[in-house]
T-cell receptor
Framework: DGGITQSPKYLFRKEGQNVTLSCEQNLNHDAMYWYRQDPGQGLRLIYYSQIVNDFQKGDIAEGYSVSREKKESFPLTVTSAQKNPTAFYLC??????????????FGQGTRLTVV | AQKITQTQPGMFVQEKEAVTLDCTYDTSDPSYGLFWYKQPSSGEMIFLIYQGSYDQQNATEGRYSLNFQKARKSANLVISASQLGDSAMYFCAMRDQSTGTASKLTFGTGTRLQVTL
């Protein structure tokens, strides 16, 4: 089955530790995204990538880092510099690099709790 | 400036009734795309419907339709014959060319819809 896999579903980390969230897709999509969702809130864009080895900051990139070494993978690292990392993180992908009418396909999300 | 505005944090509708969820957007690009997603309590995002800025007709997908008023920059989602399973968060989203590419997809803050008996 084609889709986007985020792992793990739940993640607990101690304050001050870096943590990496995994996102893998087998849809052969060029573009990939990371969003953050706080309780009862909308999705805010952290980073996005249009093509391998290239990515752009979204609206709330501070305290996060990404890499795009393979088309299928777009891991997100939440660093200790992120002041309030507890949130629900959603990864998405979409086909093509600049297609206006293409929807994004989402993973199941990772709920990160920092204690 | 916020590009997608959803002014209704929560809405209630009775089963079998129709409901309209509001979305306004802000862009200076003539070419853009508007999307609606549903997020049940499980957290996954489900694509519902798409409207392109040059589309002449309002988009429809089953019980979902989009009331697209370009001059007012609004793209309201209409759900007809509401069902209990429609209870969820609903998000409006947009692609435009403001960043030089259509890759960036921006979401609104969402509307929580509760369908009652």
């Amino acid at each position: 089955d084609g889709g986007i896999t985020q792992s793990p579903k739940y993640l607990f980390r101690k304050e001050g530790q870096n943590v990496t969230l995994s996102c893998e897709q087998n849809l052969n999509h060029d573009a990939m995204y990371w969003y953050r969702q706080d309780p009862g809130q909308g999705l805010r864009l952290i980073y996005y990538s249009q093509i391998v080895n290239d990515f752009q900051k979204g609206d709330i990139a501070e305290g996060y880092s990404v890499s795009r070494e393979k088309k299928e993978s777009f891991p997100l690292t939440v660093t200790s510099a992120q002041k309030n990392p507890t949130a629900f993180y959603l990864c998405a992908s979409s086909p093509g690099q600049a297609l206006m009418n293409t929807e994004a396909f989402f993973g199941q999300g990772t709920r990160l709790t920092v204690v | 400036a916020q590009k997608i505005t959803q002014t209704q944090p929560g809405m209630f509708v009775q089963e079998k009734e129709a409901v309209t969820l509001d979305c306004t957007y802000d862009t200076s690009d003539p070419s853009y795309g508007l999307f609606w997603y549903k997020q049940p309590s499980s957290g996954e995002m489900i694509f519902l419907i798409y409207q392109g800025s040059y589309d002449q007709q309002n988009a429809t997908e089953g019980r979902y339709s989009l009331n697209f008023q370009k001059a007012r920059k609004s793209a309201n989602l209409v759900i007809s014959a509401s069902q209990l399973g429609d209870s969820a968060m609903y998000f409006c989203a947009m692609r435009d060319q403001s960043t030089g590419t259509a890759s960036k997809l921006t979401f609104g803050t969402g509307t929580r819809l509760q369908v009652t008996l």
